[in-house]
């Protein structure tokens, strides 16, 4: 199954696609945020394309576990693209996945500007690979 991961927010929308086999996800594209109504259209579109199956949105919690006001359009947004693509979309906890993907682009010494072009898909990779990851985690422990 192809799986489509989103990195919300408000001005970019970061993008990462599974392999066919669920084991690795790589940045797939960063939209500009305009609308909401655009960003939807265009990750339906991107689903198409892609043969994805279903979709991952971060979903940005309190440090605490609480939902803001950040979670609950992230919320709003899986909705509307869950509709817009006809395909099942799942949220999951992605707190300090942007800080993962800053260290990870400080480590690899980009840019600034390249930074912030690239930041938001490669958060989307890393919200995406976590879920994959506790997925193949969770049937390993069944499989015992």
């Given amino acids: ?10 001005r970019r929308v970061g993008l990462a696609i599974s392999d066919p086999g669920e084991t690795f996800s790589s940045p797939l594209a960063v939209l500009g945020r305009r609308s909401t109504e655009q960003v939807v259209s265009e990750i339906a579109g991107v689903c198409r394309r892609e043969g994805v199956e279903a979709i991952v949105v971060g979903l940005p ?10 979670a609950k ?7 509307q693209v869950a509709e817009a693509a006809g395909l099942p979309v799942q949220l999951w906890d992605e707190r300090l996945s942007s800080v993962s993907a800053e260290r990870s682009l400080l480590e690899a ?12 898909k490669v958060a989307a990779q890393i919200i995406l690979q976590s879920f994959l990851d506790a997925r193949r985690n969770a049937d390993d422990a069944g499989a015992c």
Avoid: F, H, V
């Fill in 1 to 10: 199954m192809r799986y489509l991961g989103i990195d919300p927010g408000k």
């Fill in 73 to 79: 359009e992230a919320e709003r947004l899986a909705a």
């Fill in 109 to 120: 010494d980009m840019s600034r500007q390249k930074r912030r072009r690239t930041i938001d």
């Fill in 61 to 70: 919690l309190n440090m605490d576990g609480t939902k803001g006001a950040a």
